[in-house]
């Protein structure tokens, strides 16, 4: 099994910045692609970003393409996700997950484990 824990999250004025965290423990995360999505008050669950097992392939979403950057530190189990030029419409419950793959996944229900989410709020 597999736990994660987001931490970064808060309150951020549009232009500004924030970095997410999502620490993991049990079973070796090197192994497990990685995800980060995020979810606003009564809209779906949206991709944001993705990462292989080896951190060399990424993808994004195009609405954070520039922005964001996924990355992870494998020696210490953690994946993080630097988000710059925020804008109001970022504002969401962020959600990093991980699956057993070695490709990139983007679709959430093939992710096996997931965060408690934390929330970010940028205001304009």
């Known amino acids: 099994q597999v736990q994660l824990v987001e931490s970064g999250g808060g309150l951020v004025q549009a232009g500004g910045s924030l970095r997410l965290s999502c620490a993991a423990s049990?079973?070796?995360?090197?192994?497990?692609?990685i995800g980060w999505f995020r979810q606003a008050p009564g809209k779906e669950r949206e991709f944001v970003a993705a990462?292989?097992?080896?951190?060399?392939?990424?993808y994004y979403a195009d609405s954070v393409k520039g922005r964001f950057t996924i990355s992870r530190d494998n020696a210490n189990n953690t994946v993080y996700l630097q988000m710059n030029s925020l804008k109001p419409e970022d504002t969401a419950v962020y959600y990093c997950?991980?699956?057993?793959?070695?490709?990139?996944?983007?679709?959430?229900?093939?992710?096996?484990?997931w965060g408690q989410g934390t929330q970010v709020t940028v205001s304009s």
């Open positions: 997950a991980a699956v057993a793959a070695l490709g990139v996944v983007t679709v959430y229900w093939e992710y096996d484990y």
């Open positions: 990462a292989s097992w080896s951190g060399g392939s990424t």
């Open positions: 049990g079973r070796t995360f090197s192994s497990y692609a």
